[in-house]
């Protein structure tokens, strides 16, 4: 089970950290990442994170902004959002998936980030 917190309003500029429990099983040797959908368009992956070797990747509309990482004595995912923008506007899920990231079978419920302008 994973359960996503820490969504909510901000203005522009401002900063959010996103988090995902994860019960169940640990995060050892996984691919962990944050998604988003914003209305009327599909959901995108934001940023991902080996737990093995600690590799990262992010989608090039956040880069530099956004900081996705893992607690595993905590069985913590996060999602460190700054200088956040309207854009960034979605309901954002956390996922845990094979190791090469190539599926993710496991999905939080999502939690609403909203960035005024």
């Known amino acids: 089970q994973l359960v996503e917190s820490g969504g909510g309003l901000v203005q522009t500029g401002g900063s959010l950290r996103l988090a995902c429990v994860v019960s169940?099983?640990?995060?050892?040797?996984?691919?962990i990442g944050w998604f988003r959908q914003a209305p009327g368009k599909e959901r995108e992956g934001v940023a991902c994170?080996?737990?093995?070797?600690?590799?990262?990747f992010y989608d090039d509309s956040v880069k530099g902004r956004f900081t996705i990482s893992s607690d595993n004595a905590k069985n913590t995912i996060y999602l460190q959002m700054n200088s956040l923008k309207p854009e960034d506007t979605a309901v954002y899920y956390c996922?845990?998936?094979?190791?090469?990231?190539?599926?993710?079978?496991?999905w939080g419920q999502g939690t609403q980030v909203t960035v005024s302008s």
């Open positions: 169940g099983f640990t995060l050892d040797d996984y691919a």
């Open positions: 994170m080996s737990t093995t070797d600690g590799n990262t």
């Open positions: 996922a845990v998936g094979s190791p090469t990231g190539s599926r993710y079978d496991y």
